[in-house]
T-cell receptor, first 116, second 114 residues
């Protein structure tokens, strides 16, 4: 099955700096890559996603890049703010056979701390 | 939050007792999922459903069963709870428009098995 590796496991930055989280996946059939943010005690919430036919996607201070050849994708957060502090999860998704359903495999998460 | 609720939100039980967790959605999404979240493991898929009475196993399905008798409800049952099943359980839904890509998570259930 799919295997997703995520690095680093913890990341500490100063407010205003950029943060980069990287993930690799094993199955070349994976074609959808979402990123979730999870604040302490809360549910994971989707912040951005990218499909395999796109190399980069931006949404304000957040961007995701995908390199299909190398099978890795990254989350970039610019001008970090204290409220960006959370655990971030990457995931890779494979469409299940015969359907329009997607099964997600998650990385183990990155704890991002933004220091004021 | 995509109209997903989970019940109970917290539960303490003893080893060997059966436990059922409920996920309820009001968004008419076709697909529903159960995950468990443990420190150092991220989110791992237990079971999922692609329609009423249609379910399949995820990567950590041993010791769990599921049922979906109607679109809005997906039940997760631990037939005989063990301490290794202490975890936070999240339900997720996807596929209102037919495509099951984006998954939306419920608020979670914290389960402690003593």
């Amino acid at each position: 099955g799919e295997n997703v590796e995520q690095h680093p496991s913890t990341l500490s930055v100063q407010e205003g700096d950029s943060a980069v989280i990287k993930c690799t996946y094993s199955d070349s059939a994976s074609n959808y890559f979402p990123w979730y943010k999870q604040e302490l005690g809360k549910r994971p919430q989707l912040i951005i996603d990218i499909r395999s036919n796109v190399g980069e996607k931006k949404d304000q201070r957040i961007a995701v890049t995908l390199n299909k050849t190398a099978k890795h994708f990254s989350l970039h957060i610019t001008e970090t703010q204290p409220e960006d502090s959370a655990v971030y999860f990457c995931a890779a998704s494979i469409r299940t056979s015969g359907g329009s359903n997607y099964k997600l495999t998650f990385g183990k998460g990155t704890l991002l701390t933004v220091n004021p | 939050d995509a109209g997903i609720t989970q019940s109970p939100r917290h539960k303490v039980t003893e080893t060997g007792t059966p436990v059922t967790l409920r996920c309820h959605q009001t968004e008419n999404h076709r697909y529903m999922y159960w995950y468990r979240q443990d420190p150092g493991h991220g989110l791992r898929l237990i079971h999922y459903s692609y329609g009423v009475k249609d379910t399949d196993k995820g990567e950590v399905s041993d010791g769990y069963s599921v049922s979906r008798s109607k679109t809005e409800d997906f039940l997760l049952t631990l037939e005989s709870a063990t301490s290794s099943q202490t975890s936070v359980y999240f339900c997720a839904i996807s596929g209102r428009g037919g495509w099951g890509e984006t998954q939306y998570f419920g608020p979670g259930t914290r389960l402690l098995v003593l």
